[in-house]
């Protein structure tokens, strides 16, 4: 089974502070994507990897960054934590082809105080 | 922003009754998926749809494909508690990455 882990399941942080969210899958899939999840938002992309080192914006990029150093591995960084940000952010993780599936993480529950 | 909506944002039925959610895209897909994500737990993968017009079943569960491939719903057939949680469309677009956007979801809600 693919098994993609998050690194905390609950996070508090405080307004201003740099925070980091990891995400680790173990199938070696190409993509791996990172949303939050709002209520009556659904889940909004905020950026997509399809390689190590590359990158694209999804539809809310705005006071996040990601890195992508290893296949496996993709952080989400919020440079400078905002009560806005307070939300549950997903990661997911899909094997490259246009007819496969996402796997996703368990999510990080974030407030920002 | 949003391109992909789901109606209705949040459905209670009885135990029994049929329920249905309708995903509507502002742009043609070159497939649609639906996931559920019960109480708590996080999004799982149900089926995929990839042809225009396609209709797949899961016991009592019915997926459709519009015919311009810019909607899709999902059925199910009298209701068990089991079906407790929030149904997500999401689909990839004909052209560019693989950009995977969900749809805002629906939450259901059964009682017994």
New interface residues.
Partial sequence: DVKVTQSSRYLVKRTGEKVFLECVQDMDHE?M?W?RQDP??????IY?S?DVKMK?K??IPEGYSVSREKKERFSLILESASTNQTSMY?C?S?Q?G??T???????TRLTVV | ??Q?M?IP?YQHVQEGEDFTTYCNSSTTL??I?W?KQRPG?????LI?L?KSGEVKKQKRLTFQFGEAKKNSSLHITATQTTDVGTY?C?G?RNTG?????????TRLLVSP
């Fill in positions: 993509n994507f949303y009556g938002l659904g889940l909004r992309l997509f399809y694209e999804g539809d997903l997911a899909v490259g246009f007819d599936e996402a796997f996703f993480g368990q999510g | 922003g949003q992909v789901q944002q070159s497939n998926q996931y737990g996080h999004p799982v993968f995929q990839v997500f999401a990839r990455f693989q950009k995977l956007v969900f749809g805002t979801g």
